[in-house]
């Protein structure tokens, strides 16, 4: 599945903006305040979907706005096409949590109700739709239970349910949408943060060091994947160390086992004694012969080791990444657009770039050109729908002969852009 085109409405600074992919590569180049980390977040939303709640209840706040999205998903040269209502709340760290989505599907290019737009509340089927998840959705004692309301209501909703072609498209759908990364531009920029060890239980951190989205969530995921060791792994570790980029000379997990226990006290004063078996993980990073702690890494060694290790590892069919060259300098950064671009062929990426290095390195055709304008909001335009023909057909002949875009950025080429 890919994204073809996204439009949102109403939210941050896009008033109305719309926009077509490329199926590989797309990136959104703008000066600062022009939205192009709004058009990241708006996009995140489709990942927020998948676990937007079933219920109408509370939906209403003075502290909650609603935007509305239209979007083009394809899948096999076939068409699936999304609009509706978003309701989400922005915390105080400018992320969006979703409360409710009101979303229409329309199959027509499958041959699914093809003159109707269905209303299909699709956070359900991001989980296993068994008609046990569905009897038990069906019993909900929630009056404004949307799935209950649907399946007892919409006759053609009843039709998709039992169809269980029809929920393993549906479940196509909302994997693709809960797959959807996005990696910020600060995301991996303090390496301070990172603990100097990780405490598991059973492979999972105690409630004292779970990760969060970050720094500590990198090094859990890159020691998982160092513990197994498969063929993605060992590509990760020859992409940064001496046999690639030569970031690192090795990186390493000690493992210390920390046996504990503790008394369950039952009724009538029985006891139990629950043994617990933990783990003190230890990571180290080989650099120059020096042994260093995730914390000790500078920022863009930090960064370019986790933004590589997704960018290679992670399984989404559309990830999003925000300024990959903040913190990096020239050298790193040529391999990771490289990395970038090579991925891009096995799964859809966007990307922000302040950067004329990165603009160096990409086509034309790889551009959406975002600007802010009164009235209108934040609009994204493809390059060659920005300049008239014989504009565009000058720039194709000075990238030919003589320079590159970021040169062509840097006089003006692009307006205010």
Avoid at 37 to 57: E, G
Wanted: glycine share 6%; proline share 3%; hydrophobic share 35%.
């Amino acid at each position: 599945m890919q994204l073809k085109s996204f439009e949102i409405k109403s939210y941050r600074s896009c008033i109305r903006t719309k926009f077509l992919l490329q199926d590989q590569l797309t990136s959104l180049i703008g000066i600062n305040g022009a939205g192009k980390s709004n058009i990241l977040s708006a996009m995140t939303l489709l990942r927020k979907l998948c676990s937007a709640r079933l219920s109408m209840r509370d939906m209403v706040s003075s502290s909650r706005s609603e935007c509305h999205i239209t979007a083009t998903i394809e899948d096999q040269n076939k068409s699936i096409f999304i609009r509706g209502a978003v309701i989400y709340e922005t915390d105080e760290r400018n992320y969006d949590d979703v409360y409710y989505s009101d979303l229409k599907f329309n199959f027509r290019d499958f041959g699914y109700f093809p003159r109707k737009w269905l209303r299909i509340p699709i956070q359900f089927f991001g989980r296993p739709a068994t008609s046990t998840s569905i009897a038990e959705s069906e019993q909900d004692t929630r009056g404004t239970d949307i799935l209950r309301y649907l399946v007892a209501r919409d006759e053609d909703f009843k039709l998709i349910i039992k169809s269980k072609k029809i929920r393993e498209f549906l479940s196509d759908v909302a994997g693709f949408f809960d797959g959807i990364k996005y990696y910020s531009a600060s995301q991996f920029s303090d390496p301070s943060r990172c603990p100097v060890s990780i405490e598991l239980e059973e492979d999972r951190p105690v409630r004292k060091y779970r990760p969060s989205t970050g720094h500590d969530q990198f090094i859990l995921d890159l020691y998982k994947s160092w513990k197994v060791n498969d063929t993605q792994y060992k590509r990760y570790l020859n992409t940064v160390g001496n046999n690639g980029i030569g970031l690192v000379d090795a990186i390493d997990f000690r493992n210390l086992e920390m046996p504990s226990s503790y008394y369950k006290v039952q009724a009538g004063g029985k006891t139990e004694k629950i043994e617990r078996n933990k783990l003190l993980v230890v990571p180290t990073f080989t650099i120059c012969n020096t042994q260093l702690s995730p914390n000790q890494l500078s920022e863009g060694t930090f960064k370019t080791l986790a933004l590589v290790f997704y960018i290679l590892t992670d399984d989404s069919k559309l990830l999003l990444i925000e300024e990959p060259e903040v913190c990096v300098h020239h050298g790193l950064l040529n391999s990771i657009i490289s990395l970038i671009k090579t991925q891009s062929k096995k799964k859809q990426i966007v990307m922000s770039t302040h950067s004329d290095f990165v603009l160096d390195h990409l086509d034309p055709e790889n551009l959406l050109l975002v600007k802010w304008v009164p009235a209108k909001g934040t609009i994204a335009t493809p390059l060659d729908k920005s300049m008239s023909k014989n504009e565009y057909e000058a720039l194709r002949l000075y990238l030919k002969e003589s320079g590159n875009l970021g040169e062509y950025w840097k006089e003006g080429g692009f307006g205010n852009g």
